[in-house]
């Protein structure tokens, strides 16, 4: 496949005694190479540049990207701060957490942190409120027999997110429209006139937010129910100096932000590898057989290991955030390199997840690496969710909810004989940036 790269820009530059990538398009940068075929841009750079170089993300600008696994360090880095997100995305992510350092952060996160560690899940009842949603779902694709993949996992990850937030069924199709007007805000242009992606996704933030403060007027005033959203008023209404309720419903928006496309890709990839790997598939009912019936709590999880290998394999060949973006506050160090005060860095997931650096046969599907280890899980094998401070918060919940759906999808299918069949070409039209996923048009029949 072409590269997506500018012909006319050859020159080998430098910046700061880092080589800049040659290809960048005026406006759009390196960003069509990033978005259709990130991996062998990344190759390609790392052959013939080395370890270090320059892309030009368009209008988010130029980050130093970096192969080297000291790269993962920088997550943890005192000095290198996530405000970046908020310059790239204000309209969508300001005023979240997972544009803050510091003190602002954990302050935050600890207030929303527990409601999604088991305990809060099991509290809150999650588990059981999704199992019999997922069940019904992937019943209609037997009946169907085949379906658009990412369409239909997108539409169900959006449904669990809705009913975890507390969304009355009825409301679902109107939420659903805004949800989709919000995402404009990702790439429009910075033109606020009537009709334009603008316009419409800021009247659409402004919906969602004034429904979400409905709901936290509501936790109030029955502070005794138990649900996510209550959990997570109460927790915020007790830090001191309570936070305001402008940045309580910026996060919760967060919420449906970060749990959504993430989840939706991954579970469209489980169903593809299921699809192209009729050993997984037959491991996987072997599993769901004996299970018996859908996990509710993480205390289950344990009897089902190859639906979890296959949550983590999935993952961590198709990481569904391929990179996140720091800037660096000072000078500092990356191998042999200094790097400027003020740089904006970016460091590859996808790289690290599918790189002979962490992982033995890197390129290959296998659930025995998962099956076969007898230590615990380091923050290196979850790498596709971050790590240090900003790690994913809905990690357990993305656990759960995935393995949920493979011991769903099993149980179903086999109850009539039927499996998985990829019938498109699952290579063709994946994306990569900002989340990455699988084609739109991948179709999977049920037979
Ligand atoms: C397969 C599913 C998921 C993947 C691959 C994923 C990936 C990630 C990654 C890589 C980050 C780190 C961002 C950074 O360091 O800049 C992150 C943060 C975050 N994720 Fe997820 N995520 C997933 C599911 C979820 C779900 C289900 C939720 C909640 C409903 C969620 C909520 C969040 C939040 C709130 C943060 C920000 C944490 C912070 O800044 O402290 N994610 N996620």
């Known amino acids: 496949m072409n590269m997506l790269l500018n012909p006319l820009n050859r020159r080998d530059r430098l910046w700061h005694d880092i080589p800049v990538v040659p290809g960048a398009f005026p406006l759009v940068g390196h960003l069509p190479a990033v978005v259709y075929n990130l991996p062998r841009l990344l190759r390609r750079a790392e052959r013939t540049l080395g370890s270090h170089f320059w892309l030009d993300f368009g209008p988010a600008g130029h980050m130093v990207t970096c192969l080297d696994s000291e790269a993962i360090a920088l997550l943890r880095h005192k000095d290198v701060s996530s405000a970046l997100i908020e310059d790239i995305a204000p309209e969508l992510f300001g005023g979240t957490l997972v544009t803050q350092d510091g003190g602002a952060h954990r302050q935050a996160r ?136 402008e940045i309580l419903v910026a996060n919760i928006r967060l919420l449906l932000l970060g749990g959504h496309e993430t989840t939706a890709s991954t579970m469209a990839w489980i169903v593809i590898e299921l699809a ?63 790097i400027p005060g003020g740089t904006d860095l970016c460091i590859p997931l996808l790289h690290f997840s599918t790189s002979a650096l962490l992982h033995e046969a890197p390129a290959q599907f296998r659930l025995a690496r998962w099956l076969e280890r007898t230590e615990p899980i380091r923050p290196v094998d979850m790498l596709q969710f971050g790590t240090g401070p900003h790690v994913c918060m809905g990690y357990h ?47 999977i029949g049920f037979s």
């Open 397 to 443: 919940l993305a656990w759960l909810e995935l393995v949920q759906f493979c011991i769903a999808l099993a149980l179903t299918m086999h109850e009539s004989g039927a499996r998985p069949r990829l019938l498109s070409n699952a290579e063709k039209g994946r994306r990569y940036y900002p989340t990455a996923h699988p084609s739109m048009n991948i179709r």
């Open 276 to 338: 192209r790997q009729p050993g997984l598939w037959d491991a996987l009912v072997e599993e769901a057989q004996r299970v018996g019936a859908v996990p509710t709590r993480h205390s289950d999880l344990a009897q089902c290991p190859v639906a979890e290998a296959l949550f983590r394999e999935t993952l961590r060949l198709h990481p569904a955030t391929p990179l996140l973006v720091r800037r660096a506050l000072c000078e500092l160090r990356l191998g042999q390199r200094r």
């Open 110 to 245: 600890g207030a929303i942190q527990a409601a999604f560690l088991p305990a809060g899940l099991t509290h809150s009842g999650i588990g059981e409120l999704f199992a019999p949603v997922i069940r019904a779902w992937v019943q209609r694709w037997r009946d169907r027999g085949d379906v658009n993949i990412l369409r239909e996992t997108g539409d169900l990850t959006l449904k669990l997110i809705f009913s975890l937030m507390g969304i009355p069924t009825h409301d679902l199709p109107q939420w659903h429209r805004k949800y989709r007007q919000l995402l404009q805000l990702i790439v429009a242009p910075p033109l606020d006139l009537p009709g334009l992606p603008l316009r419409r996704g800021r009247a659409a933030r402004d919906w969602i937010d004034a429904r979400l403060r409905e709901f936290v007027r509501d936790a109030r005033e029955h502070a005794a129910r138990t649900g996510l959203i209550n959990d997570l008023v109460s927790a915020f209404d007790r830090i001191d100096g309570a936070l305001s309720d």
